[in-house]
């Protein structure tokens, strides 16, 4: 099986397998896990924040950042395919008792007019008032699109204007970064809080970081041990993370150069996408346009060897490169995804 349904599917390398074997381990919640405590003090200065704190999870890392920047009955502004909106079983209401608004984004992306027109003070009795701003870069729903640097450092202009604190779920924010050759502290800097997701384009079975000033990540600290998330030997997760850092950043630009093969491999074969929008590791596919449905192409395509998956957009597949996969994979997938589509290679 040609597995392009998500970066989450990675297995850990032979490489990440010794670093794990031989990690140096303590009780992570006493703070005496030094493979911990080196992961966080990596992660703080790749996202350009004074600390970082390690978690299971990117979900936990954006609810506790919610849970930390957020204040009850108040609200959150999000774009409306965020993943914090769409896929965190409403975590901000139930944890944090915010009120989501959900903006139309143009591929995931916000304007400053948006955000301008949308916040509102709170009028003492009636109108929440709002309290956060959170963005998400690469934005996943966006199909893995790059937030414009000049256009997110506007809008955290007028975020930081209007009071607002601000969030980047950056789950794939390395992604963002290679791919507009930009460090990621450069990015993450301008924000209250950062999530980096270690198990998606890094590879790592698991693991998450939010990263922040030292008095949020305190906070962030204490919502970690409420949530659940407080671990002993976690070292043993953490060095796939530290191992991931040193080896699996620069790496991505393959995984983009290779969406970005594989979907010009799709075009010439005739099928619909807009190669325009293939910025990072994720190529969206039209298979609505070709009269077949969704889960009608997925079969067929599994059946063929290759694993894709559906998207928000009716009609269109997502193909997510990642580091199982090989130039000979890509090969292959762009002969056998328009045969199995039905759409004759290009004579
Ligand atoms: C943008 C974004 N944020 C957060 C997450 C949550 O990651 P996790 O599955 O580690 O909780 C995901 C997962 O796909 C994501 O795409």
Not at 79 to 90: F, N, P, Q, S, W
Not at 146 to 170: F, I, K, M, N, Q
Not at 317 to 330: E, K
């Amino acid at each position: 099986m040609i597995e392009l349904r998500s970066d989450t599917l990675t297995q850990p390398t032979p490489g990440m397998r010794a670093a794990i074997a031989n990690a140096v381990v303590g009780d992570e919640q006493k703070r005496e896990d030094p493979t911990v405590l080196e992961l966080e003090r990596r992660g703080a200065e790749l996202l350009g924040q004074e600390e970082a704190v390690f978690l299971p999870t990117a979900t936990m890392a954006n609810q506790i950042a919610l849970a930390i920047l957020g204040r009850p009955g108040t609200e959150l502004i999000v774009e409306e395919t965020a993943h914090i909106m769409v896929a965190e079983l409403g975590g901000a209401a139930r944890f944090s008792g915010l009120v989501t608004r959900g903006l139309a984004g143009t591929r995931g992306v916000l304007s400053v007019e948006q955000v301008l027109d949308t916040v509102q003070s709170g009028d003492g009795h009636h109108v929440p008032e709002t309290t956060v701003l959170a963005l998400e870069n690469t934005h996943n729903t966006g199909g893995g699109r790059v937030w414009p640097y000049d256009e997110l450092v506007a809008l955290v202009e007028t975020g930081r204007e209007l009071g607002l604190a601000l969030h980047l779920d950056g789950a794939r924010l390395m992604n963002a970064s290679v791919a507009s050759g930009r460090p990621a502290a450069d990015i993450g800097r301008h924000f209250d809080t950062v999530t980096l997701c270690l198990s998606k384009g890094l590879g790592c079975p698991l693991g998450a970081l939010i990263a922040g000033s030292s008095d949020l990540m305190q906070r962030a600290r204490r919502e970690k041990h409420a949530f659940g998330g407080a671990m002993r030997q976690a070292g043993i997760v953490a060095a796939a993370g530290v191992y991931a850092l040193e080896h699996h950043v620069q790496r991505l630009a393959d995984d983009h150069r290779r969406a970005r093969r594989l979907a010009e491999g799709l075009v010439a074969a005739g099928l619909q996408l807009e190669l325009e929008h293939v910025e990072t590791n994720f190529v969206q596919l039209d298979v609505g346009v070709l009269g077949i449905s969704v889960p009608e192409a997925l079969a067929r395509l599994h059946r063929a060897g290759v694993g894709l998956s559906g998207t928000m957009r009716p009609g269109v597949l997502r193909a997510v490169t990642h580091l199982d996969l090989s130039d000979d994979d890509i090969d292959r997938a762009m002969e056998t995804i328009p045969r199995a589509l039905g759409v004759l290679a290009a004579a």
